[in-house]
């Protein structure tokens, strides 16, 4: 249920877009970028959006795993290894409107793959085909990776998970959004225990 609302959530912001790149990220790893990420487009695609998740982490490679990580994806098309971005997209097998780009071959090198005019290829010609593309970054500040890919995004979910995030660091999400350091910042809190007290009275966030 709660994808429901954010799925609804999304369709609002993005209801004057014919087509919308939308990233993840966050401050820590294990906030649930990826988990969301999956729920997401799924919640997307049950209503018969056309839907691509792209595991731009190719570090780790987590949202591959998903669909038993492929050894040919986006680094192999990157690294110029194939120019037929079809053959290496994963089509859902339970939602047809779902479709995944895994990693391939982990990169040693995936910063420069990015910087590759190939990149942005890719992410206009999937744009062409899909009314969502949503990219799975890693988290902020830990590498370049997430800076080069979010040029090529309208919109940003940065992951709060309750009890990973530190308190300290909810100003810097601020911080990120006063200095346009990540388009069109939305905050998504993870993780919340609906069975205690209420989070926001519990640790004091205001929004």
Known sequence: EAFRVLRTNIEFMTRDKSQSTIISTSFNPGS?????????AVSLAIKGEKVIVIDGDMRHASLS?????????????LAGETDNINELIVADQQYPNLHILPVGTI?????????????????EELKTKY??????CPPIDM?????????????????VRAGVMERAMVPD??????????????????GVDATGNRYGYKYSYRY
Request: charged share 20%; glycine share 2%; net charge positive.
């Open 32 to 40: 649930g970028k990826t988990f969301c990420m999956i729920n997401i």
């Open 65 to 77: 795993q998903y669909i038993s990580s492929p050894k040919k994806g986006m680094s192999n098309y």
């Open 107 to 123: 990169p040693p090198n995936p910063t420069e793959l990015l910087e590759l005019p190939r990149f942005a290829t890719l992410i």
């Open 131 to 136: 009314r969502y593309v949503l990219i799975d």
């Open 143 to 159: 590498v370049a990776d997430t800076h080069i890919i979010e040029k090529f995004a309208d919109r940003t979910f940065f992951l």
């Open 173 to 190: 999400i601020e911080t990120l959004y006063n200095e346009n350091k990540l388009k069109n910042i939305s905050v998504i809190l993870n």
